[in-house]
């Protein structure tokens, strides 16, 4: 007797993935399978049939192919056209920098590929290398991880330098503004004691640029400091306005209603200007040079005047006769008025504003 049951059969196991003799680093950059660049990576490492022999500054040997290494970089081909093939070997001389890093440069022409430790340690001799052979792809490989990893304020000097000789306008840019942004640590740093002693001309122009970036902050805050004044004006002729035509609280015009309990202003500098109106009402020393707060009351009234929009119907006191008055002025006098409301519209880009217009002031 046959039992049906609804349980589905039991799957074969899946077949286990071989594993291959040479193990795969972990690489950036590469564009090509695991296999092929295996291959070509154990064809540098075996040096099969290399016939070129690479001399390192620690007299070390690293062996290549010519036709791989003149495909990749103009330079070794044109190295390899210019020597005699007299010998089984070409001769190439790299010296100035590691051994290692002279191994990882001829390692990515074969493969384009690199190990992350290596780039770390070499990135400067590789931007050097790729730069003096020609090899735009390394490069610029290099160029990008010292901008967004390895740049830092101790090796920002040196960094700045090679990118000068190594015709890398955005990294040394980068490296000018890290400078500028952290000059006193910069300053400090090995780098800076070595460029003092082999560049000093490169050195002055630093500290020239530095001078230049002080002098242009202190202009910065200046200005920002300029337009704050400026914006606290005309917040102030607003104000002004404000009270003058509606009242604001517990003073404004004659025929109006006050009511105490009425909601917040929202003039900031009304409450500076109600107490600068009441005090010029009440003051005993309202004279031009006497009181110091009804000097201030008196040049505000003149300001408003200047930028008023329609005088004849203005609620603010004296309006008219200070619009009046302006044309007996001196024209030097007369120009730092009008310079002053120029600047005060400007800052707060209100032209063709309620109650003011920089027409008003011409």
């Known amino acids: 007797m046959v039992v049906k049951t609804d349980a589905p059969p039991v799957p074969p196991p899946l077949p286990t993935r071989t594993t291959t003799s040479r ?6 950059g590469c564009c090509v399978s695991a296999s092929t660049t295996e291959s070509w990576d154990r064809l540098f490492d075996d040096a099969y049939r ?13 062996y290549a192919h010519s036709s791989i290494l003149g495909l990749a970089s103009p330079v070794f081909r044109s190295m390899f056209k210019r020597q005699s093939r007299r010998k089984r070997l070409f001769i190439v001389p790299i010296r100035g920098v590691p051994t290692e890093a002279v191994r990882v440069f001829i390692r990515f022409l074969y493969s384009s590929c690199y190990e992350e430790n290596q780039m770390e340690k070499h990135v400067l001799s590789l ?8 090899v735009p792809c390394l490069k610029r490989e290099c160029e990008g991880q010292l901008e967004h990893k390895y740049l830092n304020v101790d090796n920002a000097i040196d960094v700045f330098q090679l990118a000068l000789l190594c015709d890398a306008p955005r990294l040394s840019i980068i490296c000018h503004r890290l400078i500028l942004k952290n000059f006193k640590a910069t300053s400090l740093s090995d780098g800076w004691k070595v460029m003092k002693e082999s560049h000093p001309i490169l050195e002055k122009e630093l500290l020239e640029t530095v001078a230049d970036e002080a002098n242009r902050q202190k202009e910065k805050v200046k200005k920002a400091n300029e337009r704050k004044v400026y914006v606290q004006l005309y917040e102030a002729m607003e104000a002004l306005v404000h009270i003058c035509r509606d009242g604001c609280r517990t003073i404004g015009p004659h025929d109006k209603a006050f009511n105490k309990h009425q909601e917040r202003c929202k003039y900031e500098a009304c409450k500076g200007i109600e107490s600068l109106v009441r005090h ?3 003051c005993k020393l309202r004279v031009p040079g006497g009181c110091v707060h009804c000097k201030r009351m008196w040049q505000l009234l003149e300001l408003h005047s200047r930028i008023c929009i329609d005088p004849n119907f203005c609620r603010v006191p004296l309006c008219k006769n200070f619009k009046d008055r302006t044309r007996k002025l001196k024209k ?5 008025w009008r310079i002053l409301v120029r600047k005060i519209l ?3 880009s209100i032209t063709g504003g309620p109650y003011f217009s920089l027409t008003a002031s011409s």
């Open 23 to 28: 193990p795969v680093l972990r690489r950036r």
């Open 50 to 62: 290399a016939d070129v022999s690479i001399q390192t500054c620690s007299d070390d040997i690293i």
């Open 127 to 134: 931007l050097a290398l790729s730069h003096s052979f020609v």
């Open 280 to 282: 010029f009402a009440g």
């Open 332 to 336: 030097k006098d007369d120009i730092k």
């Open 346 to 348: 400007r800052t707060k």
